[in-house]
């Protein structure tokens, strides 16, 4: 029986310096829950003389990642640095030590997953990834044990903080995307390049993770559908409101006939769901299973703490195993027969805006290229200002498929009195 459980982290940034608190002041209550307690031996880190805020001895401290993957005494390797090289060199040279490994690398594991987990499987050690997706709610662990007894039909979440962050400050304070990025930027909310996060692609690579989970299926995050939140203006923020509606990036995976829908966009959802009542920098995943119903997720999304918490859930999962080598933790994905479903042939409904000329007849053009491509119009908000001037028309249509969307924007676009690009956001 093994005396202690032995981990080796590399990079002690923001999450590894939550990681490494945890392990250290709730290292009784581990110990206690495990029989045996964890250690941490050895830290890598790029700049070694860096002042921190977490002091450690300074044998344990290493600028050498490889010291960690090629100590024989650890266990379990913990990857906090984040990127594609080195992080999946040092992880694949791990696993091939046989050592298990926790994550917390979205954007390698949603190009790469596969590659590592096989590796893994090989080499019968375990992967961890719960800090991947939603920070420290445990969503990972909800799809792989909590609902393993159910189909999975829909997964829905707010799953990037800053976003989230960006769009809840819009639609409280009636301020602009740039006005809200600037401050959200100084408050530490977003990075100085947020083209990651507001751009929708963060959010894709937490989706291709979930989605592999929930329905079996390994789509690349480049092949989801992404928009993200740059061009939402608080004119249609505002109109939403008017419909009922309140706006966030949505990641969507829901399954019909063997095909899954897999995509990442701003989304208006009824202010009544439990989901649009989700604001700040706050995290929510709502998962819909044949057996158990809707179930939904809610709580902080990234931060030191929170992602620290679920990298020492993994550790702890993975100890135990060590311990009681007959017991495998779960952490395969469920293999399965579902493929993704084209963008084309989605159906949703839609928000248009059109910023037209105020004149007679201008209703009736548009909606005669929406019908005639099988766009049927649920309401409209029309205002008019000085007859001449230019004022937004504003329609909610019922559902349509989105190929019949493309190709009747494209046919307004072309009419003299659409003055603007028009703007599309799907509605849920
Ligand atoms: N921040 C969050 O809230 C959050 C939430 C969920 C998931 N994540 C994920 O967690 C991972 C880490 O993010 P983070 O925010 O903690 O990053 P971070 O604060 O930038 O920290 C990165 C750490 O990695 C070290 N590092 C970088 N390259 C290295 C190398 N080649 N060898 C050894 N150490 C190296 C850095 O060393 P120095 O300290 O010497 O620079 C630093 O300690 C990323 O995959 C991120 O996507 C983060």
């Given at each position: 029986?093994?005396?202690?459980?032995?981990?080796?982290l590399?990079?002690?940034?923001?999450?590894?310096?939550?990681?490494?608190?945890?392990l250290?002041?709730?290292?009784?209550?581990?110990?206690?829950?495990l029989?045996?307690p964890?250690?941490?031996?050895?830290?890598?880190?790029?700049?070694?003389?860096?002042?921190?805020?977490?002091?450690?001895?300074?044998?344990?401290?290493?600028?050498?990642?490889?010291?960690v993957?090629?100590d024989?005494?650890?266990d379990?390797?913990?990857?906090?640095?984040?990127?594609?090289?080195?992080?999946?060199?040092?992880?694949?040279?791990?696993i091939?030590?046989?050592?298990?490994?926790?994550t917390?690398?979205?954007?390698?594991?949603?190009?790469?997953?596969?590659e590592?987990?096989?590796?893994?499987?090989?080499?019968?050690?375990?992967?961890?990834?719960?800090?991947?997706?939603?920070?420290?709610?445990?969503?990972?662990?909800?799809?792989?044990?909590?609902?393993?007894?159910?189909r999975?039909?829909?997964?829905?979440?707010?799953?990037?903080?800053?976003?989230?962050?960006?769009?809840?400050k819009?639609?409280?304070?009636?301020?602009s995307?740039?006005?809200?990025?600037?401050?959200?930027?100084?408050?530490g909310y977003?990075?100085?390049?947020?083209?990651?996060?507001?751009?929708?692609?963060?959010?894709?690579?937490k989706?291709?993770i979930?989605?592999?989970?929930a329905?079996?299926?390994?789509?690349?995050?480049?092949a989801?559908?992404?928009?993200?939140?740059?061009?939402?203006?608080?004119?249609?923020?505002?109109?939403g409101?008017?419909?009922?509606?309140?706006?966030?990036?949505?990641?969507?995976?829901?399954?019909h006939?063997?095909r899954?829908?897999?995509?990442?966009?701003?989304?208006?959802?009824p202010?009544?769901?439990?989901?649009?009542?989700?604001?700040?920098?706050?995290?929510?995943?709502q998962?819909?299973g044949?057996?158990?119903?809707?179930i939904?997720?809610?709580?902080?999304?990234?931060?030191?703490?929170p992602?620290?918490?679920?990298?020492?859930?993994?550790?702890?999962?993975?100890?135990?195993?060590?311990?009681?080598?007959?017991?495998q933790?779960?952490?395969?994905?469920?293999?399965?027969?579902?493929?993704s479903?084209?963008?084309?042939?989605?159906?949703?409904?839609?928000?248009?805006?059109?910023?037209?000329?105020?004149?007679?007849?201008?209703?009736?053009?548009?909606?005669?290229?929406?019908?005639?491509?099988?766009?049927?119009?649920e309401?409209?908000?029309?205002?008019?200002?000085?007859?001449?001037?230019v004022?937004?028309?504003?329609?909610?249509?019922?559902?349509a498929?989105?190929?019949?969307?493309?190709r009747?924007?494209?046919?307004?676009?072309?009419?003299s009195?659409?003055?603007?690009?028009?703007?599309?956001?799907?509605v849920?």
């Amino acid at each position: 029986m093994k005396e202690e459980i032995s981990v080796g982290l590399i990079g002690f940034g923001t999450v590894g310096s939550g990681t490494f608190r945890i392990l250290r002041d709730n290292a009784e209550l581990i110990q206690s829950r495990l029989g045996v307690p964890v250690k941490v031996r050895k830290i890598a880190v790029r700049h070694i003389g860096r002042r921190r805020e977490i002091q450690v001895p300074a044998a344990v401290l290493t600028d050498k990642a490889e010291e960690v993957v090629n100590d024989p005494e650890i266990d379990v390797v913990v990857e906090l640095i984040g990127g594609d090289e080195p992080a999946k060199g040092l992880i694949l040279g791990a696993i091939a030590r046989g050592k298990h490994i926790v994550t917390a690398n979205k954007g390698l594991l949603a190009a790469h997953g596969s590659e590592i987990v096989s590796a893994a499987r090989r080499k019968g050690v375990a992967v961890g990834f719960e800090a991947s997706v939603g920070g420290g709610i445990p969503v990972i662990k909800v799809l792989k044990e909590a609902l393993a007894a159910n189909r999975i039909l829909s997964v829905y979440g707010i799953l990037n903080g800053t976003s989230n962050y960006i769009l809840t400050k819009m639609t409280d304070e009636g301020r602009s995307f740039d006005d809200v990025l600037v401050e959200a930027q100084r408050a530490g909310y977003a990075e100085a390049d947020p083209t990651f996060d507001v751009g929708g692609i963060d959010t894709a690579h937490k989706l291709a993770i979930l989605v592999n989970l929930a329905f079996g299926l390994t789509i690349e995050p480049n092949a989801i559908f992404t928009e993200g939140i740059t061009v939402i203006s608080p004119l249609d923020i505002d109109f939403g409101k008017q419909f009922g509606y309140r706006l966030k990036l949505l990641a969507i995976a829901k399954q019909h006939n063997g095909r899954v829908e897999v995509r990442v966009h701003p989304t208006m959802i009824p202010n009544e769901s439990p989901i649009a009542k989700v604001g700040g920098a706050y995290n929510a995943v709502q998962i819909v299973g044949d057996a158990c119903g809707d179930i939904m997720l809610y709580g902080k999304g990234a931060g030191s703490m929170p992602t620290g918490s679920a990298v020492v859930a993994d550790i702890m999962d993975i100890s135990r195993a060590i311990l009681n080598p007959g017991m495998q933790p779960l952490l395969a994905a469920p293999s399965g027969n579902l493929t993704s479903q084209e963008m084309d042939e989605v159906a949703s409904l839609y928000y248009l805006r059109f910023m037209v000329v105020d004149q007679p007849g201008v209703l009736s053009q548009i909606s005669g290229v929406l019908g005639k491509n099988n766009i049927s119009i649920e309401s409209v908000i029309q205002r008019g200002r000085a007859l001449g001037g230019v004022v937004p028309l504003v329609i909610m249509t019922h559902e349509a498929v989105e190929k019949d969307m493309r190709r009747a924007l494209a046919e307004i676009r072309g009419l003299s009195c659409v003055l603007e690009q028009p703007v599309l956001i799907r509605v849920e």
